[in-house]
């Protein structure tokens, strides 16, 4: 894991044809298409529409689009583990005009866990900016005999293989940071995964599995519901929502986190002086304090690193990802 410390076809506006009187025929280059500056963006989203990161994706385009003068459109391609929506942003012509919102497991853990992917996370892209993390807690349904982390470990470890977590699937962010957990404490718990996080979910609000990691925003109203338990966040400091749930660090497991991360990037080709624009123009955006407020309402962390801090961390969770799924024997197999 980290030590330091995430989507249609193409819009395009349409001009109504006019029929042109002889008399008044434009020559062929007074009639080119309209500069790349007054065309809309299209944002292509990873994740499903309504979810907190679709959320977060169309509070960005709306605020990027201001700060760009021109219109920025979501376009959402969840599904394949991110992978759909990263080869359409690979793919796209590098003018400008397609970006996308891509995240920690599109760009870094499916490098080390799937045979074939058709994008190379390191070279098809041209990294813009981050704008998030997720945080990521480990909860527990009430029935769990334990009140914080430190005596869910001392459960487990008297009791191996006797307990089941749930996860959204192989490989997935919540999977991973529970393998992570476990390499840290040596704890044996019974993997269960499902096709999605809202199955999972549910069936630990139904008691029939126990524990499992998620993320602040799913968990909210569980939590003050009192139907699921909170045992510690795996962030470096407490969250501002969840300011009584400690931190792995203070439960016994220093520099242990596990906090998935969201950002900006378009196809490699990306002219430098358009990918500049694009990185400026997100980092006004993010610095703003409604932007911020919105991020933080959602549960998430605001950011603001440019490109370089993004290639540089997406680069350093491929290798830490591929050690993780290395040593863990994770396997979609």
Same mark, same amino acid.
């Given at each position: 894991? +980290? #030590?330091?410390?995430?989507?249609?076809?193409?819009?395009?506006?349409?001009?109504?044809?006019?029929?042109?009187?002889?008399?008044?025929?434009?020559?062929?280059?007074?009639? *080119?298409? *309209?500069?790349?500056?007054?065309?809309?963006?299209?944002?292509?989203? @990873?994740?499903?529409?309504?979810?907190?990161?679709?959320?977060?994706? #169309?509070?960005?385009?709306?605020?990027?689009?201001? =700060?760009?003068?021109?219109?920025?459109? =979501?376009?959402?391609?969840?599904?394949?583990?991110?992978?759909?929506?990263?080869?359409?942003?690979?793919?796209?012509?590098?003018?400008?005009?397609?970006?996308?919102?891509?995240? =920690?497991?599109?760009?870094?853990?499916?490098?080390?866990? +799937?045979?074939?992917?058709?994008?190379? *996370?390191?070279?098809?892209?041209?990294?813009?900016?981050?704008?998030?993390?997720?945080?990521?807690?480990?909860?527990?349904?009430?029935?769990?005999?334990?009140?914080?982390?430190?005596?869910?470990?001392?459960?487990?470890?008297?009791?191996?293989?006797?307990? *089941?977590?749930?996860?959204?699937?192989?490989?997935?962010?919540?999977?991973?940071?529970?393998?992570?957990?476990?390499?840290?404490?040596?704890?044996?718990?019974?993997?269960?995964?499902?096709? @999605?996080?809202?199955?999972?979910?549910?069936? =630990?609000?139904?008691?029939?599995?126990?524990?499992?990691?998620?993320?602040?925003?799913?968990?909210? /109203?569980?939590?003050?519901?009192?139907?699921?338990?909170?045992?510690?966040?795996?962030?470096?400091? #407490?969250?501002?929502?969840?300011?009584?749930?400690?931190?792995?660090?203070?439960?016994?497991?220093?520099?242990?986190?596990?906090?998935?991360?969201?950002?900006?990037? @378009?196809?490699?080709?990306?002219?430098?002086?358009?990918?500049?624009?694009?990185?400026?123009?997100?980092? /006004?955006?993010?610095?703003?304090?409604?932007?911020?407020?919105?991020?933080?309402?959602? @549960?998430?962390?605001?950011?603001?690193?440019?490109?370089?801090?993004?290639?540089?961390?997406?680069?350093?969770?491929?290798?830490?990802?591929?050690?993780?799924?290395?040593? #863990?024997?994770?396997?979609?197999?």
């Amino acid at each position: 894991m +980290q #030590r330091r410390q995430l989507p249609a076809a193409l819009f395009a506006l349409s001009v109504a044809t006019q029929a042109v009187r002889p008399a008044l025929a434009q020559p062929a280059s007074a009639s *080119a298409a *309209a500069s790349p500056s007054s065309r809309a963006v299209r944002l292509i989203n @990873g994740f499903s529409a309504g979810g907190a990161v679709d959320t977060l994706s #169309r509070a960005v385009a709306e605020r990027l689009g201001a =700060v760009l003068g021109q219109p920025v459109v =979501v376009d959402n391609r969840p599904g394949a583990s991110g992978m759909i929506a990263a080869d359409a942003v690979a793919r796209a012509a590098p003018d400008g005009l397609t970006v996308g919102v891509l995240d =920690v497991g599109a760009l870094a853990v499916n490098p080390a866990l +799937q045979k074939r992917l058709a994008y190379d *996370a390191g070279k098809d892209f041209a990294y813009i900016g981050l704008v998030a993390r997720i945080p990521l807690l480990l909860v527990a349904h009430p029935s769990v005999p334990a009140a914080n982390l430190k005596e869910l470990t001392a459960l487990l470890r008297a009791n191996p293989g006797t307990y *089941a977590y749930a996860t959204a699937g192989i490989g997935n962010p919540l999977h991973l940071a529970m393998e992570a957990y476990r390499q840290a404490s040596g704890v044996e718990v019974v993997h269960v995964p499902y096709k @999605g996080a809202s199955a999972a979910v549910q069936d =630990v609000l139904g008691g029939r599995v126990p524990l499992m990691f998620i993320d602040v925003n799913t968990s909210a /109203q569980h939590l003050r519901a009192g139907t699921l338990k909170p045992l510690a966040i795996a962030t470096r400091e #407490r969250n501002p929502t969840l300011p009584g749930v400690p931190t792995f660090a203070e439960s016994g497991f220093p520099g242990f986190e596990a906090t998935p991360w969201i950002g900006l990037l @378009g196809p490699a080709a990306l002219p430098a002086d358009t990918k500049a624009r694009m990185a400026d123009a997100l980092a /006004q955006v993010m610095a703003q304090p409604d932007t911020r407020n919105k991020i933080t309402a959602l @549960g998430f962390v605001a950011l603001q690193d440019g490109p370089d801090a993004f290639a540089r961390l997406a680069g350093e969770d491929r290798i830490a990802y591929a050690k993780l799924i290395r040593e #863990r024997g994770i396997s979609l197999d």
